[in-house]
């Protein structure tokens, strides 16, 4: 079972920048298509973000195209999304997740893909 960790999220200004880890354990993380999703207050979860098992294909949703941007580093088993200006509509819990991918490019942005969730972390954009 993979377990995943999240960090990084804080209160930021708007126009600020943060950086969020997901720290992945107990599988094979070449194995997995990862993502990022975020929950605003009285919302429903969305999709974020997501990156294939080779690291090579992402996708993004459409109003983070151009700001954000989700890597993975294998040998350390970690995936990241690096958030640039930040919006006060950014302020969400995120969390990371995972599926295994069923090709090495697959990516999916779809809530009821994955099978691995983290507890997510809060980020705050304050205006």
């Known amino acids: 079972q993979v377990l995943l960790l999240e960090s990084g999220g804080r209160l930021v200004q708007a126009g600020g920048s943060l950086r969020l880890n997901c720290a992945t354990s107990?599988?094979?993380?070449?194995?997995?298509?990862m993502a990022w999703f975020r929950q605003a207050p009285g919302k429903e979860r969305k999709f974020v973000a997501t990156?294939?098992?080779?690291?090579?294909?992402?996708y993004y949703t459409d109003s983070v195209k151009g700001r954000f941007t989700v890597s993975r580093d294998s040998a350390k088993d970690m995936v990241y999304l690096q958030m640039n200006s930040l919006k006060p509509e950014d302020t969400a819990v995120y969390y990371c997740?995972?599926?295994?991918?069923?090709?090495?490019?697959?990516?999916?942005?779809?809530?009821?893909?994955?099978?691995?969730w983290g507890q997510g972390t809060q980020v705050t954009v304050s205006s």
């Open positions: 107990g599988g094979t993380a070449t194995n997995y298509a």
């Open positions: 990156i294939s098992r080779s690291g090579t294909s992402t």
């Open positions: 997740a995972a599926t295994v991918g069923r090709y090495s490019e697959s990516y999916y942005d779809r809530e009821h893909d994955y099978d691995y």
